[in-house]
């Protein structure tokens, strides 16, 4: 009988154990002041100028004193970023684990101030807090410390008064010119373009005022001067206004791999010029495998990682992908390269574009040209008299209609009506409560 009894009392004291563990304040004796003892403490003064030419270097220092839970616990920690006009709400929230300090570099603290919608060049304070937290419970936020920041923009301005035109390029201005960028020297001018077969020209301001062909077919510009024939293509366009020369060479760089296209099997992902960073991006989804890059569709000049730096090296190793959907990046001034996970790629679907997916949507690109992830643009997309909703990855686990016909996007709403023409859209999710659209 006392058997029978010693272990009815075993089983009671094990119930009741499991029974507080659901909160830690049922099972210890935890100190009542931890919360307002433990301080964020921020070792710089401000205010902070971030500069672009110190991305690497450590703009701000945080760190926090050991808290004394009144017991041994082992906290893991969170720093949250916010603007000081904001409640944390939308803050940026960053894993610091079980360390007692946080250093941000001048390239993060830049990017979550514009990620915030702080203005480039301009001032502005952000308010950061500590919270702490053992088992999964919140033990500790700390009161909220301001910092003044001056960001950075990342954004360049490459842009020029001229262009590509002609009947390759825009059936002569039917639409706008192809843009040059300026380059590292003064007075030459770029322009990464696909053309089709026909002519072409250089003009300035989408006129004819000042133009440009090559009578002789020389290589040199002659104000006024004959089109310029081409065949269809990828090109890079060197336009050189020192001396009126120019150069025309087939230039693309794409993926190729296990991971995209089996090795070249279909052609080439195609990474297009982005100005605004001086880049090659691109937004693909990927297969579990291996990819490279490769210059015009062929083994001539290949990169890929030796060593698993991103850097690329020229014939270099294989680059190991996951399945998933990434921004692609290239850098070809410094060689670098990276690939950003997302979760979501745009598209436009529907009765008046591709009979509701049975051919593949149009699918949107990152705006280039802002700071942060939730500005998506779609252009020059042709649709017919008909409806149409906007998706994710090309399925309707998440897809957007717009119930009211506001400009709102809701999510599951009622098809957008077209009218047969050729469009432009922006999905804007810069407020996540309240996605819009806009169509030009």
Not at 171 to 187: E, N, R
Not at 334 to 349: K, N, Q
Not at 368 to 381: C, K, M, T, Y
Not at 431 to 436: F, G, I, K, L, Y
Request: glycine share 10%; net charge negative; charged share 20%.
């Amino acid at each position: 009988m006392r058997k029978i009894i010693n272990s009815l009392f075993a089983l009671i004291v094990v119930s009741v154990g499991f029974t507080s563990c659901e909160d830690l304040s049922d099972r210890v004796i935890i100190n009542s002041d931890v919360a307002t003892t433990t301080e964020l403490i921020i070792q710089e003064s401000t205010p902070i100028v971030l500069l672009e030419a110190n991305q690497d270097v450590i703009a701000l220092n945080t760190n926090w004193a050991e808290p004394d839970f009144g017991f041994d616990a082992a906290p893991t920690y969170k720093i949250l970023v916010d603007l000081a006009t904001g409640d944390f709400s939308g803050a940026v929230t960053l894993d610091v684990g079980d360390n007692l300090e946080k250093t941000f570099t001048t390239l993060e603290l830049n990017s979550i101030a514009l990620g915030l919608g702080a203005e480039a060049d301009t001032a502005s304070d952000l308010s950061l807090k500590l919270q702490g937290f053992v088992g999964g419970q919140l033990l500790i936020d700390s009161s909220p410390k301001t910092v003044n920041v001056t960001p950075y923009s990342s954004i360049l301005d490459l842009s020029t008064n001229w262009g590509v035109v002609g009947s390759a390029a825009n059936d002569w201005g039917a639409t706008p010119d192809l843009p040059f960028y300026t380059t590292s020297t003064a007075g030459v001018l770029v322009a990464y373009v696909t053309l089709i077969d026909g002519e072409i020209k250089f003009r300035e301001d989408n006129l004819w005022t000042n133009n440009y062909g090559d009578t002789g077919v020389d290589g040199t510009l002659d104000a006024g001067g004959d089109n310029i024939a081409v065949t269809a293509g990828s090109y890079k366009i060197l336009m050189n206004l020192n001396d009126l020369t120019y150069t025309i060479e087939s230039f693309s760089i794409g993926i190729v791999g296990s991971a995209y296209n089996d090795w070249g099997n279909s052609p080439d992902f195609a990474l297009t010029y982005d100005s605004y960073s001086d880049q090659f991006r691109g937004i693909v989804k990927l297969l579990d495998g291996e990819m490279k890059f490769r210059m015009n569709n062929d083994w001539g000049t290949n990169y890929g990682d030796t060593g698993v730096d991103n850097v690329l090296d020229l014939n270099g190793d294989n680059i190991v992908t996951t399945a998933g959907r990434y921004i692609v990046t290239v850098n070809l001034n410094d060689l670098s390269y990276s690939l950003e996970p997302i979760d979501h790629i745009w598209g436009l679907v529907g009765s008046a574009y591709n009979d509701w997916g049975n051919t593949p949507d149009a699918i949107f690109t990152r705006d280039w040209s802002q700071p942060n992830d939730d500005i998506w643009v779609l252009n020059n997309v042709t649709l017919l008299d008909g409806e149409y909703k906007f998706r994710s990855n090309e399925a309707w686990a998440v897809n957007y209609g717009d119930t009211g016909a506001d400009g709102t996007l809701d999510d599951g709403g009622d098809n957008i009506v077209a009218v047969a023409g050729t469009y432009s859209f922006v999905l804007d999710f810069s407020d996540p409560a309240n996605p819009t659209y806009t169509i030009n």
